[in-house]
Structure formats: structure tokens, C-alpha cells
Nanobody, 115 residues
């Protein structure tokens, strides 16, 4: 059974930073692409960043240059370093892995950017 557990969210002022973590279990973590998504109130869930098993990354235009996704295969953990945060980054952030043809999601972690 796949389990994804996010942590690291919180309240931060505009311009601040946060680092999200997602610990995975139930999969051979190193061979799977991992994704970070977010969902703001009243909006659809959207892709923020993705990292492939080999380390290649992809970012949404809205976060390029500010967010960095990375992975530690030894710890089965994917990270999202978020810098220069803006109020529009406020959302619930979810970790994702496509496993066995099924999208698997964590419970999400709230990020609120406000002064």
C-alpha cells in the first residue's frame, strides 16, 4: 500500500521561505517520478513541480526560479524548497506518485502566505 506523508507547511510572510517534505512508503521510491501539486480555495489542483527518477525536473511557470524540487532516494523523500513566496502561493500542497496506474496522494499540507 502506497503511503505519502507531507510536512513542512505553515504561515509565512510574503518573501519568506518554506521547505516541504513528502515521505513515501510502499513503493520502490527511487524508480518513480514524484510530483508536487497544489490546490487553492475554489481552484483546480495544479502541478507545481515534478522530478523524475534520474533527477530531471519540471516546474510550473508560476514557480520557476523560486521553487526547487529535489529527492533523497535513500530516505524515500521528496522535497519542495519554496523561496520568495507570494500570497498567490497560498494553497494546500500535495505529494503525488502514479503507481500501478493509479494516482496516489498524500493528505496535503497547508501553506499560507500572508502579512
Amino acid at each position: 500500500q502506497v503511503q505519502l506523508v507531507e510536512s513542512g507547511g505553515g504561515l509565512v510572510q510574503p518573501g519568506g521561505s518554506l521547505r516541504l517534505s513528502c515521505a513515501a512508503s510502499g513503493i520502490i521510491f527511487s524508480i518513480y517520478p514524484m510530483g508536487w501539486y497544489r490546490q487553492a480555495p475554489g481552484k483546480q489542483r495544479e502541478l507545481v513541480a515534478r522530478i523524475l527518477s534520474g533527477g530531471s525536473t519540471k516546474y510550473a511557470d508560476a514557480v520557476k526560479g523560486r521553487f526547487t524540487v529535489s529527492r533523497d532516494n535513500a530516505k524515500s523523500t521528496v522535497y519542495l524548497q519554496m523561496n520568495s513566496l507570494k500570497p498567490e502561493d497560498t494553497a494546500v500542497y500535495y505529494c503525488n506518485v502514479l503507481y500501478g496506474g493509479v494516482d496516489n496522494w498524500g493528505q496535503g499540507t497547508q501553506v499560507t502566505v500572508s502579512s
